[in-house]
């Protein structure tokens, strides 16, 4: 009986070292990870005091939780309201994935296949001039080899259009940027059809054989935004929705990002930022508020607490674990599509987005998974490393050449 009870004793006695040890690992873990946030938290600081974007927001995540998530800078300058993980913005080109997984929910739903020919869902026909007889499919959409391009600058008029008044024109700002509102302001509203019609179809009004490349469909890499907008407007045909009805149905309540929408009355106004630019004494200007008819293609507005979700829930699909999408849709989303031969050529930087295609989400030769975005006062990017289960974003109110440090810093902070 002593034995037994000795015995008992000891692999109690063990046990709890164990539970110690492992105590100790944890703590010494949880040490370590608040040092590099600390670190990462010190560098965006610097950041946010040396460079001349006004407002930024950053959010890191893992498959369970966020890690990091935080605003810097000011949103508002007028007022001097300061920029916080809950300040909405556009996000410009990262809007791009949620076409992607849209088009994915309807693969899901039976609704959909990646190699039907879009002549065979829209009430139109969309054809290469110099391939009249080569299909242009949904898969060339996804993946920006639909050979459709976005060379329509010129046009009699213009797809952006202006929300509000601008004031640009009463400051000593550049003839570049005069001349962006000046084009801005040559817009009207129009819809996604119009906007599709106007330039892919003969005899309307900004068609031109320059807006499709000389190559086959599906043989060559060409980034397009308007196939980004038709492959939403498929999706609205296919599902019987708008495309903001049909992401908020399926994307955004899902997710719980109730901050986020396309226009600007689908979000809290006293949370959104204001956009601006540099002005030709280097300093921030305001950039009117405007919207642009290919919408799908841009103009998601959200924070960084609802992308955060999105971006945990793209990390849960890259491992089998994803609740938008079926395990095989998540596959396809993620996997490269293309070759070399698709492209004149390729950048090795970790961070291009155009060195490889999934479904509207690039793959760069370190097999990161991303987009990039720009567009009038709006920098961004997100990615997801498959080899760390780690994904982040980082989105700005100011385009600026030091937005490329949050990213270096924030990608320094996921190797470690």
């Not at 601008?166 to 906007?195: A, C, H, T, V, W």
């Amino acid at each position: 009986m002593k034995k037994i009870t000795i015995i008992l004793i000891c692999i109690f006695l063990l046990q709890g070292c164990k539970n110690d040890q492992r105590k100790l690992e944890k703590d010494r873990g949880n040490a370590h990870l608040k040092l590099k946030i600390d670190t990462l938290e010190l560098a965006l600081l610097k950041i946010e005091k040396e460079s001349p974007i006004a407002g930024f927001a950053v959010a890191i995540v893992n498959s369970d939780s966020v890690i990091y998530q935080k605003g810097f800078g000011i949103s508002n300058l007028e007022t001097n309201k300061p920029y916080s993980s809950k300040t909405i913005q556009p996000l410009a080109s990262i809007s791009k994935t949620f076409i992607g997984a849209s088009i994915m929910i309807l693969v899901d739903e039976g609704k959909l296949n990646l190699d039907e020919s879009i002549n065979d869902i829209l009430p139109y026909k969309i054809v290469n001039p110099f391939f009249p007889n080569e299909d242009i499919k949904i898969r060339h959409l996804v993946t920006h080899t639909s050979t459709i391009t976005d060379d329509y600058e010129d046009i009699d008029g213009s797809i952006y259009w202006l929300l509000e008044d601008s004031k640009i024109d009463q400051f000593e700002s550049s003839k570049e940027l005069k001349g962006r509102i000046s084009y801005f302001k040559l817009g009207n509203p129009i819809e996604l059809d119009e906007y599709i019609t106007n330039i892919c179809l003969p005899k309307s009004k900004w068609y031109s054989r320059d807006n499709f490349l000389n190559d086959k469909p599906g043989s060559r890499f060409e980034y397009s935004n308007l196939g980004a907008s038709i492959a939403a407007r498929i999706v609205e045909i296919k599902s019987g929705e708008s495309f903001k009805q049909f992401t908020e149905k399926s994307i955004f309540q899902p997710l719980g990002m109730t901050n986020t929408g396309w226009f600007y009355e689908d979000v809290d106004s006293e949370l959104l930022s204001n956009l601006y630019e540099l002005d030709s004494l280097n300093k921030p200007i305001r950039f009117p508020r405007y919207h642009e008819a290919g919408y799908p293609e841009g103009q998601l507005k959200s924070n960084a607490e609802d992308m955060s979700k999105y971006l945990i829930e793209m990390i849960k699909g890259y491992s089998g674990n994803g609740s938008l999408l079926s395990n095989s849709s998540y596959k396809v989303l993620f996997t490269p599509q293309l070759n070399e031969n698709h492209f004149d050529e390729r950048s090795d930087y970790e961070f291009d987005d155009e060195y490889n295609l999934g479904v509207f989400w690039a793959i760069s030769k370190a097999g990161l998974r991303l987009h990039n975005g720009a567009m009038d006062g709006v920098y961004s990017f997100l990615y997801l490393n498959p080899e760390t289960n780690i994904a982040a974003i980082a989105f700005c109110n100011m385009p600026d050449n030091s937005f490329g440090e949050i990213r270096s810093e924030i990608r320094s902070f996921e190797k470690e």
